[in-house]
């Protein structure tokens, strides 16, 4: 069974860091494409990064490239973003999804992140 499990989120102030972690189980981690997507409160669902298979290829949204860098750790089997100079726009649900945008796509259950003074 595929299982896809976020954790890092929190609040954090303007300016601040958060690092996500999503551990992934169930399938071949190291073999598929891994995204991050977000939906602000009332919006709709937001791309925000994607790495490929070998890490090597990341790809960001204008709206984090600078301050969001995407890796995984494929020996744990593990998807991470970290978030830096956060703003209080970034403030969503942040969703762990493997191969986002295919008709296979599979979506953790996602971490609160709140970006607030």
């Known amino acids: 069974e595929v299982q896809l499990v976020e954790s890092g989120g929190g609040l954090v102030q303007p300016g601040g860091s958060l690092r996500l972690s999503c551990a992934a189980s169930?399938?071949?981690?190291?073999?598929?494409?891994m995204s991050w997507v977000r939906q602000a409160p009332g919006k709709g669902l937001e791309w925000v990064s994607t790495?490929?298979?070998?890490?090597?290829?990341?790809y960001y949204a204008d709206s984090v490239k600078g301050r969001f860098t995407i890796s995984r750790d494929s020996a744990k089997n593990t998807l991470y973003l970290q978030m830096n100079n956060l703003k209080p726009e970034d403030t969503a649900v942040y969703f762990c999804?493997?191969?986002?945008?295919?008709?296979?796509?599979?979506w953790g259950q996602g971490t609160q992140v709140t970006v607030s003074s």
């Open positions: 999804v493997k191969d986002y945008g295919m008709r296979d796509a599979y």
């Open positions: 169930g399938f071949t981690f190291r073999s598929y494409r």
């Open positions: 790495i490929g298979t070998a890490g090597g290829n990341t």
